[in-house]
Every structure is written in C-alpha cells, then in structure tokens.
C-alpha cells in the first residue's frame, strides 16, 4: 500500500479525498488540526492513520516512507484569508512551501498543490493555465505564492503539480454553506428561497467535490512525465455558469418554485475558464453537475443527516469565533483553570 500524506483531511475536499484515495487502495495519513472537529474522518484503520498538527511545525519524520502528499490545510476562502494577512501566509504559503521541501527531503515522488482559479481575478476573455494572473485578495495571493514555490522545487525525482480548481459544490461531512451552490441549497431547504448575490450575470466556474477529489487522484497515477512542473486548471468547460440561470437550475432541481432575494452590491467580478488542458493531457472529464450536488445537500438536509445551522459550515463565521472564544477563554481563566 502506498500512503499519501492529505493535509487539511479533516476538511471540506479533504474528507471526502481521504475516502477516494482508500476506495483506490491508497493508505492515508491525514494531518490536520481540525478547527472544523474531527468528526469528518473515519475513525482509524489499516487505511488511515489521524495526526492532529499544524503544517507550519509538522514533524518531517512524518513524510518518511511516503509516496505523495496532496496539501490541502488552508484559511480556505477570500473572506478567512482576510482575518489576519499574517497568518494566512505563514499558512497558505509558507506553510505549503515548507510541506513540499519537506516531502522533497524525505524523497516523496509526488507534491500536489490544490490550488484555486480565483488567482486569475476577474477578466472579459476565457482563461487557460497560460493566461495572465490577477490575485486580487491575500488568500488568492497567498496562493499565487505558493504555487510558485512549489512548483520551482520539481525535478527529475520529485514530481510537483499545481490543480486549479473551480468553485467546489456537494457533499462532504465537513460541510461548507458558504460556498454559491451549497448555499443556495440551503437557502431553498431553510427559507424556500435562495440567495443571490446581484446581478445573477456574472460568470463562475464550478467543479463537484468528488470530481475535484478525482482530479487529484489522477495526478497521483498520471506518468509523471505528463504532469510534472504543470499547472491544470480542474473543472469542466460545461460548467461555467452566469449565477442567475445556475440558480434556477438549482431551484429545479430540488423541485422547488425559483424563488430568491437579492445580496451585496452588483458584483462586476466575472470570469471563465477553460478546462481543455486537464482533458486533452489525461483524457480527465467530470462526472457531476450543480443538480447533482443540489439534489444530494438537499436531501441531506431534509433527512436531517446535514445541519443547516451548524455554525461550522460558514468558514469565517467560525474562524471568528473561534478568535472570540479564545480571546474570551483566555481573559477567564484564572492559573489554567476555568470553572
Ligand atoms: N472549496 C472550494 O471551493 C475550493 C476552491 C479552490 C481551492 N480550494 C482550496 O482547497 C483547499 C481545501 O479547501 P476546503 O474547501 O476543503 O477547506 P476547509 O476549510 O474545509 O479545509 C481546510 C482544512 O485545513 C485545516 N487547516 C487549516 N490550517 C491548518 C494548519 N495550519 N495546519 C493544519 N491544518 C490546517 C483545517 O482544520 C481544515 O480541516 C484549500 O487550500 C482551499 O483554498 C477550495
């Protein structure tokens, strides 16, 4: 059995990366801290062992005998990048670059960089891996950064690849609402309507979850020589959508009437993607679209098996209070005792 080292396991993609990568036979060694809690991951096996650490001081004895890491632990979105600036690059990037030598060190054969389409920031034209970046927040350039050092580390014997990825919908057991899809779900299952940030004409491009987690996979198998020092953007051309008419197809798709209330100020921020790059080089396609995501969280929450008021699933809600509680415990405590 090969082990990959999945950092950020506990969370959103890396839940449910961690089940792909058994399902194909790997072994996982999940690292994380689990701001989100534990519970995301099954409990430990022959398949799966669970390190609760931070990758700015993880242990490089970690990495020993391992044949890949895919790097997942972040501040995971643009809104939680801007909590602390500071933070979100000695996570984001100096933490990641920090993992990919380490790995190097060790001799792992593969690094996988998940990174984000967001650091295209916002453009007229289709955008491929070769067309210029625009990071416009500290979470996309903190990703930028990242992907650079990452990248320049490959050679010969260590494999390094940088996965875009689109805007990830579905189901996970570490739940994010904040994300379009998952969120206008919820909206429809707890209001019967669902938000929508103005004016609904902006483009985005999406990908599944469990499509994203496949793509990483893919990374793990491909030759080495096809992907080694590549960047692939990860999604499908199909999938990119102006917000107004995904959101009808949402609203369809859980057989609701289309109903919505307007949030934010006109959003002018637009972009798509090509994903032709993925496809001609691996022959990679998705195989699931928004209805599907909305269906599945849609059913989850109606057999109660998701929480839509788990403050968890809103990632810089939860961030910000875990600063309070901290900051608040701390003031408490009296000599390391609280109660
Ligand atoms: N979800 C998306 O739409 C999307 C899109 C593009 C890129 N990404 C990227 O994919 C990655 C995973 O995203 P996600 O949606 O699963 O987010 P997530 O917030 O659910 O997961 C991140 C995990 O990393 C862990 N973590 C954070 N800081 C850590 C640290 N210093 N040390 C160890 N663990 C730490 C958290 O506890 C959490 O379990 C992130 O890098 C994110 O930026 C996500």
Known sequence: MK?????????????????????????????????????????????????????????EALLNDVFAVID???????PAGELDEEKTWA???????????????????????????????????????T??????????????AAEGDTLALASGDYCVVVL??????????????????????RGLFKNGSLPLLRDGLQWRPFVHVKDTCRAMLAMLEAPADQVNGEIFNVGSDAQNYQV???ARSIADAVGLPFEYEWYGSTDHRSYRISFAKIERVLGYRTN?????????????????????????TITVDWYRS????????????IEGVLL
């Open 322 to 333: 875990l600063i309070e509680m901290h900051d608040f415990l701390k003031e408490t405590e």
């Open 3 to 59: 082990t990959v080292v999945v950092t950020g396991a506990g969370g959103y993609i890396g839940s449910v990366l961690t089940d792909t990568l058994i399902e194909a036979g790997y072994r996982v060694l999940a690292v994380d801290r689990f701001f989100f809690g534990r519970e995301a991951l099954p409990p430990e096996s022959k398949s799966l062992e669970v390190v609760r650490t931070d990758i700015r001081w993880m242990d």
């Open 91 to 129: 996570v984001n990037h100096q933490g990641r670059a920090r993992v990919a030598r380490l790995a190097r060190n060790q001799g792992v054969q593969r690094y996988i960089l998940p990174s984000s389409c967001s650091i295209y920031g916002f453009h007229d034209d289709v955008l491929d891996e």
């Open 72 to 78: 997942l632990a972040a501040l995971s979105n643009d």
């Open 131 to 144: 067309s210029p970046v625009n990071p416009l927040t500290t979470y996309a350039k903190a990703n930028l």
């Open 244 to 246: 107004m008419p995904l």
């Open 288 to 312: 699931y679209d928004p209805t599907d995501g909305a269906r599945e969280v849609y059913e989850a929450l109606q057999s109660n098996q998701l929480d839509a008021d788990d403050p968890r």
């Open 164 to 185: 875009r990825q689109a805007t990830v919908y579905g189901l996970s057991r570490r739940m994010r609402f904040d994300l379009a899809i998952n969120g206008m779900t």
